[in-house]
């Protein structure tokens, strides 16, 4: 079975700071995985997803991530924040059809 | 709609009540998935279906929950008997293939409230 961790739980950043938040999975197999983002009383959206090929991987509103097979990682990057980008963000991964979410990290961006 | 549809949006049940969720996926997608998001965590698989068929149903926590498809778009996911740590909000996704890595679209959830 897999399953994700994401490192930080709460992630307060500046406006137009740069931003990272970590993503860890374990699985003994290889996997697809996805960053998805939450808005207040919203379903989730897709930000990006890493199936296969380069490792860097590019999504919208300027976010990118990098998958790290070494080190079982898939890192959320975005170099520039806005005040709009506070959500809740979501690490999962997927063997098949099922998506494994880790926690959340809530990322509050500040004036 | 463009996007996938779930009502109601909020449900206020008393302990014991039954419980009906209703999810409209997007236009000829094959496959649908059901969700349970509790407070403050990410959300954890319940179920699935390919058409009209329901591949894994692994997640369903007891037998008081079942979902079906019957004809292959709009899905139900009834909670019989519902008691308070049925509290959740209750998300719906689709997909339009069937093969691993295929992203899915979300609906905004029902959040379910049993007092």
């Known amino acids: 079975a897999q399953s994700v961790t994401q490192l930080d739980s709460q992630v307060p950043v500046f406006e137009e700071a740069p931003v990272e938040l970590r993503c860890n999975y374990s699985?003994?197999?290889?996997?697809?995985l996805f960053w998805y983002v939450q808005y207040p009383n919203q379903g989730l959206q897709l930000l990006l997803k890493?199936?296969?090929?380069?490792?860097l991987v590019k999504g919208i509103n300027g976010f990118e991530a990098e998958f790290n097979k070494s080190q079982t990682s898939f890192h959320l990057r975005k170099p520039s924040v806005h005040i709009s980008d506070t959500a809740e963000y979501f690490c999962?991964?997927?063997?098949?059809?099922?998506?494994?979410f880790g926690a959340g990290t809530t990322v509050t961006v500040r004036a | 709609g463009a996007g996938v549809s779930q009502s109601p949006r909020y449900k206020v049940a008393k302990r014991g009540q039954d419980v009906a969720l209703r999810c409209d996926p997007i236009?000829?997608?094959?496959?649908l998935f059901w969700y349970q998001q509790a407070l403050g965590q990410g959300p954890e698989f319940l179920t699935y279906?390919?058409?009209?068929?329901?591949?894994?149903k692994s997640g369903l926590p007891s037998d008081r929950f079942f979902a079906e498809r019957p004809e292959g778009s709009v899905s139900t996911l009834k909670i019989q008997r519902t008691q308070q740590e049925d509290s959740a909000v209750y998300l719906c996704?689709?997909?339009?293939?069937?093969?691993?890595?295929?992203?899915?679209?979300f609906g905004d959830g029902t959040r379910l409230s049993i007092l």
């Open positions: 279906f390919q058409n009209e068929a329901q591949l894994d």
């Open positions: 236009s000829g997608h094959v496959s």
């Open positions: 699985s003994s197999v290889s996997v697809y």
């Open positions: 890493y199936l296969s090929g380069s490792t």
């Open positions: 996704a689709s997909s339009q293939l069937v093969e691993g890595g295929e992203p899915q679209h």
């Open positions: 999962a991964v997927s063997l098949d059809y099922k998506l494994s």
